[in-house]
């Protein structure tokens, strides 16, 4: 029999994982506050470099990244709050 072969005989169906949710949680949280930070890292950059353009396109653009994080991050952790309140 080829090595191939036996590699999908192994495989099972339905596998879950060990990880817990409380640590799924942590992690997205943990995210989003570095996001924080650099937001207001971005913001007073943009405050500080005056009218340079190119600058201010590049702090801009950091701004709207950080701020996807930010508030995409608030998603997943109503959601999993919610299951961890479930599961106890």
């Known amino acids: 029999m080829s090595p191939c072969g036996d590699n999908r005989k192994r495989k099972t169906k339905g596998k ?16 989003q506050a570095i996001g924080c930070g650099m937001l207001g890292i971005s ?3 943009l405050i500080l470099v005056g009218k340079n353009p190119s600058a201010q396109v590049l702090y801009v653009m950091v701004i709207v990244v950080n701020l996807i994080i930010v508030f995409g991050g608030l998603v ?11 599961q106890k």
């Open 16 to 31: 879950r994982s060990n990880i817990d949710l409380t640590a799924i949680l942590t992690f997205i949280k943990l995210i």
């Open 76 to 86: 997943p952790i109503r959601f999993l709050a919610n299951k961890v309140s479930d």
């Open 43 to 45: 913001i007073l950059g």
